[in-house]
């Protein structure tokens, strides 16, 4: 590279700078299904319907019955940083809905060779049906006009990316397997569909080569979270869970809920489902601190089911780390770690009374 070193320094051209940005967030399927999962979910849907070919790789579709996109949006609806969700930097540090910068439909537009996207929201006569490529809206066939259609169709959404990494195939050589890029998808899709499950909103998740869903999760407000666990993970499990009270610290300005394996469970390798202000993180100190107060009493390799949803006010979040937001830090965050499994190791010997009070609900 040292003879490149010594060529001048040039701007890279806007489009390659999008299409690298678009690389950093969307590295796979199951990348793009948690973004467009959590836009689902920030448009109110409560069914939200998955079908993937061959991982996602070949297309991947998600359908909700959400608030829907009006058709004076779409136009702008895949440009990068264009969101109907933030609109200064202060309102950062206040966000409660799931995307905040207008990156994740721009991002598929530039890794998929078509998007394509149905919406209908509730005061239209009629669904409105766009495609786009590279961030903007362009002619679903060569010859026709790039704006959208009027079209048939239901309340809420449905979109679809076709040939995901086709244009990046240092990308597809090392996504091989559609098998292990769909199990991906359908793990992002099944811990969504539990920790929205006792919220009332449903998920169905299949592989277009088959009628048979391998995840489906009923949209009904009676169901509890424990009935969603059940369906997901089995009995076997779920008869051993402890519902980890809530609890909440207001010194802190946290709180928090869930389901947590007693001693009696025991599995080769945790699982560790963690939602902070309802966004799937990772968490790696919550999890290690957990998997500790664990090999105190499981037996030698063995590990522990743990599903954590805390809240932490929202100013004391950083969601800004990492454009594909999985890793979330937040202020004090060893404290709240070690409120977390105090209390968890109260509800585990039984006992009632917390270091810091419950609140009633
Ligand atoms: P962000 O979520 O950060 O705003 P996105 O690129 O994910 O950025 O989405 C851009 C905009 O498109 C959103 O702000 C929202 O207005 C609209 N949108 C995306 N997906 C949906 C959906 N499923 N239903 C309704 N509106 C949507
Ligand atoms: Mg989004």
């Known amino acids: 590279v040292q003879h490149l070193v010594r060529q001048p320094i040039q701007r890279l051209d806007e489009a390659v700078v999008n299409r690298i940005a678009a690389g950093e967030i969307i590295h796979r399927p199951a990348n793009a299904l948690k973004e467009l999962i959590e836009n689902s979910l920030d448009a109110g849907a409560t069914l939200i319907k998955i079908t993937l070919k061959e991982g996602g790789l070949k297309s991947l579709q998600i359908q909700d019955n959400g608030c829907g996109v009006r058709e004076s949006d779409l136009p702008l609806l895949a440009e990068r940083f264009a969101t109907s969700k933030l609109r200064n930097f202060d309102d950062l ?11 994740a439909l721009a991002s598929i537009s530039y890794v998929s060779a078509s998007m394509r996207v149905v919406s209908k929201t509730k005061d239209a006569a009629c669904a409105y049906q766009a495609s786009y490529a590279c961030g903007a809206l ?32 240092q990308r597809l050589r090392a996504l091989k397997s559609a098998t292990e890029e769909y199990n991906r998808a359908l793990d992002v899709a099944a811990k969504y569909a539990l920790h929205y499950g006792g919220r009332g909103v449903g998920f169905v998740c299949r592989k277009a080569s088959s009628n048979v869903a391998d995840l489906s999760t009923p949209a009904s407000p009676s169901t509890k979270t424990i009935d969603a666990i059940r369906a997901l993970h089995g009995s076997a499990v779920s008869r051993e869970l402890l519902h980890l009270t809530p609890l909440r610290n207001e010194r802190l300005g946290f709180s928090v809920e869930g389901y947590i394996s007693g001693a009696n469970w025991s599995a080769k390798k945790t699982t560790f489902l963690c939602f902070i202000n309802d966004r799937l993180v990772d968490c790696p100190g919550l999890k290690k601190s957990f998997e500790a107060l664990y090999s105190a009493f499981l037996p030698r390799g063995g590990h522990p089911w743990l599903y954590i949803a805390l809240k932490i006010a929202p100013e004391k979040v950083d969601v800004n780390v990492h454009p594909t937001k999985s890793e979330v830090h937040f202020l004090d965050e060893e404290d709240v770690i070690e409120e977390v499994c105090a209390h968890a190791q109260d509800v585990l010997s039984g006992s009632n009374s917390s270091r810091t009070f419950e609140f009633s609900q």
Request: hydrophobic share 30%.
């Open 138 to 169: 362009v002619p679903p066939k060569p010859g026709q006009s790039s704006a959208p259609r009027p079209c048939a169709g239901t309340d809420g959404t449905l979109i679809t990316a076709e040939d995901l990494f086709f244009n990046v195939p």
């Open 93 to 103: 540090s206040r966000m409660s809905t799931f995307g905040f910068r207008g990156e």
